[in-house]
Structures are given as structure tokens and as C-alpha cells.
């Protein structure tokens, strides 16, 4: 009889690992608060109109019925790993294996509720749009977009989708003709914002920023938001229409009501091959609960980041390890050897491609081509989770 996995969470981790466990031959279940997938990634386009709320979204039970894993909608309230339990708010659930790729929380700001985020619940970037309309309508405004940080854990920051949603309205702004009407700031607490990706890229961006004439206000800590601006320390404030503020992430609600080991930020202490470790020599005490994305804490370099690849990436590697520790065999594989930073930061009208390692940190420009290559791949992410068409190696 086939081994039951259970899968906490219906985002591109859990959807990944479900996928490659069915293709092993496991019973799988996948519990998600949702009933569809969210592509973050190509939500950016959503607050300017290009692309719509759907076309950003996978149906969960088509995904359920053509890969062969059952789903539940459900909300999990309890993790017991020790005792082999998950609680619900409808049921309680056992498991064989045990897969977390629930995501992570979010830390809250004061006046938090006068912001909107790209990377919060999914229906907020409809909200962007809707106060963006109403500010071209009006013909003028000032906006303010930006990202926080993590002191205790610097690896859940997304600053990538603050720089792409900015551009993308500059664009929008600049083919209607009213750009100039227009003020637009980024904003961020920490001195060199988007230094993770490497110092060439970070001249780079302030040579986008001059160009595309957007304000920065960086290096200063955010105090408070308001309706109709942001008060940094220093006594220094932004007036902004719009706010979008994308907060950094931090332990998911879930795991304080959990067994699970966190660290100081909320994150699930996991070894190299993704599984949970309750001691401090990286050995499970069980080889079989998983947490894999977000949801994880993360180990690697200072500018290592949470990214979709990563979580797919453990995702694979932690179906496989499942199979193998079925298999009697120890010849894991380990996300480390994966940790880099890699995207095509769009910009409306064209892209740049980011890329570090440990051996190398490049930003290169790709004007129109580059929208046109993530519009390609968000194409094929869902046409090939759906197997419309077939996969390439490693995607």
C-alpha cells in the first residue's frame, strides 16, 4: 500500500512537491486555504491592467484532477510533528510524511492598514488597481511604493515585486501621457536597498531610478503610515495617494500554535535535505516531516532570498528524498548547492536579468525582449502545471 504525504499549503511549493510525490507513486493530500494557485510572479501586472486577477490564477481541483492528488479546502490551526497530527478548523488529519509549505507571516507596521501589498492576499492587488484608476482619473498624484526588512532574518525580503509594480505603473503613466503629473518615490528603511542582488545591479537600479525621474527615500527607519503619507524617523515624511508596502516576511501564525523548532524570526529550523530538526546537529529526529518554501529558515550566504525557484527546487528535492528514505537509501539531495538569486525584474516596456551566486553577480538589461520572456514564462508555468505542454528540465 502506497505511503500517505500530506501537503500543508496550495502555493508553488505545495503544488511542486505534490506533483513529483504523485509521480513516485505516493497517496497524496493537499490541504489549501484557497481553492486556486496563485502565480505571484506575474501579479505585478495586475495593478496596471495588463494582465487580469484570472489570468493569474490555477483552479486547485483541475490541478487536483489531472495530476491525481486529493484536495481539501481547509484552514490549519495545529501542527503536532511529534505526534503525527495536524488540526484543522474542520477535521484533524494523520499522515505518513508530512510536507509544510503553508508560507510565511507578515510583520506588522503601525498604520499597516493604510498600505496595500502585491504580496499579501492575492485580491489586494485588485485594490492597487482600483486606487491607481482613481488617481489617473483624476489626472495627477502622488505615489509612494517600498519594502521592508527582517533584522532577525534577512533571507524573506521581497523587494523584487516593489521595483516591478513601480516600473510598470511609470510605464503605464508614460503611455497615457501624464507622466509628469505624476510623483513616484520608492521607499525602503535600509541604506543600500536591493544590494543583495550585487553592487553592479545596485548602481544599476540608480541609474534606472534617475532615468524613469523616481524618488528615492532610503536609509531611514519607518515609523508609522498614515493615510495620506509615511513618517520615517528624523521627522522626515512622504505625502503619498498610494501606498503600496511590501512588509517582510516572518513565521507563519500556524507554527505558534506548533511543535515545530523556530528560530527567533518564526521560521522552521530544517537540515540541507528539508527536513524538520529539533536538535542542533542537523538530525531529525523523524525522517518524515518536511518544510519546504517560506515556510522554512533558510541557511546560506548574507544576500541569500526567499524566491519561487528556491521553493520549487526544495519542493523536488524534498519528493525525492521522501522516495528515497522509502527506498532504504540515504542519497539525498540538499537545497544549498541552489541558493542563488535569479529573475527577470520587468519593467513594462522591457526587463533586466538578475543573477548571484556565489561566484558571480550580473544585471542585464533586456529592453522588450525581456517583458516578453516573463510573459513567456508565465505562460508556460501554467500550461506546463497543467500538461498542455511539456516540461523543461529544472522549470
Same mark, same amino acid.
Given at each position: ?63 487536483? =484532477? /489531472?495530476?491525481?492528488? #486529493? &484536495?481539501? @479546502? ?5 501542527? !503536532?510533528? %511529534? +505526534? ?121 537600479? =540608480? /541609474?534606472?531610478?534617475? #532615468? &524613469?525621474? @523616481? ?5 531611514? !527607519?519607518? %515609523? +508609522? ?138 544585471? %542585464? ?31
Amino acid at each position: 500500500m502506497a505511503k500517505k504525504v500530506l501537503i500543508l499549503g496550495g502555493g508553488l511549493a505545495g503544488i511542486e512537491s505534490a506533483i513529483y510525490l504523485r509521480e513516485y507513486g505516493f497517496e497524496v493530500t493537499l490541504i489549501s486555504n484557497r481553492d486556486y494557485l496563485y502565480v505571484y510572479p506575474t501579479s505585478i501586472w495586475i495593478p496596471t491592467g495588463e494582465a487580469s486577477f484570472e489570468d493569474t490564477c490555477i483552479d486547485l481541483k483541475l490541478l487536483s =484532477d /489531472i495530476h491525481g492528488f #486529493k &484536495l481539501i @479546502i481547509d484552514e490549519i490551526t495545529t501542527i !503536532k510533528s %511529534l +505526534e503525527g497530527q495536524v488540526e484543522s478548523k474542520n477535521s484533524s488529519y494523520s499522515y505518513d510524511y508530512l510536507v509544510v509549505a503553508l508560507g510565511s507571516g507578515k510583520m506588522r507596521h503601525k498604520g499597516i492598514e493604510n498600505t496595500l501589498t502585491i504580496c499579501g492576499e492575492p485580491k489586494e492587488s485588485l485594490d492597487i488597481k482600483a486606487r491607481l484608476d482613481e488617481l489617473i482619473a483624476k489626472g495627477s498624484g502622488k505615489i509612494a511604493m517600498g519594502f521592508g526588512g527582517n533584522p532577525k532574518d534577512s533571507s524573506n525580503v521581497r523587494g523584487g515585486p516593489a521595483f516591478e509594480v513601480l516600473f510598470n505603473v511609470h510605464h503605464k503613466l508614460e503611455k497615457l501621457g501624464i507622466r509628469d503629473k505624476f510623483e513616484l518615490t520608492f521607499f525602503a528603511p535600509m541604506a543600500e536597498p536591493g544590494k543583495r542582488m550585487g553592487t553592479k545591479a545596485l548602481k544599476m537600479m =540608480d /541609474i534606472f531610478f534617475d #532615468k &524613469l525621474d @523616481i524618488k528615492k527615500q532610503v536609509g531611514k !527607519k519607518i %515609523l +508609522e503610515f498614515k493615510s495620506d503619507k509615511i513618517i520615517f524617523e528624523d521627522n522626515i515624511e512622504l505625502e503619498s495617494d498610494l501606498t503600496m508596502f511590501i512588509s517582510a516576511g516572518d513565521g507563519h501564525k500556524v507554527f505558534q500554535n506548533s511543535d515545530l523548532p523556530l528560530n527567533e524570526s518564526g521560521f522552521v529550523h530544517i537540515n540541507d535535505y528539508c527536513e524538520v530538526v529539533h536538535n542542533y546537529d542537523n538530525t531529525p529526529d523523524k525522517y518524515n516531516v518536511f518544510v519546504i518554501g517560506d515556510s522554512a529558515a533558510l541557511e546560506g550566504p548574507d544576500w541569500r532570498a526567499k524566491q519561487g525557484h528556491i521553493a520549487e527546487v526544495m519542493a523536488r528535492n524534498t519528493a525525492f528524498n521522501i522516495k528515497m528514505i522509502e527506498e532504504g537509501s540515504t542519497a539525498f539531495n540538499g537545497y544549498k548547492d541552489h541558493i542563488n538569486i535569479l529573475c527577470v525584474m520587468d519593467s513594462g516596456d522591457g526587463a533586466a536579468f538578475v543573477y548571484r551566486s556565489d561566484k558571480r553577480a550580473m544585471m %542585464l538589461p533586456m529592453p522588450f525582449v525581456g517583458h516578453w520572456m516573463k510573459k513567456g514564462w508565465g505562460w508556460y508555468y501554467k500550461n506546463s502545471k497543467l500538461k498542455k505542454m511539456f516540461r523543461l528540465p529544472g522549470m
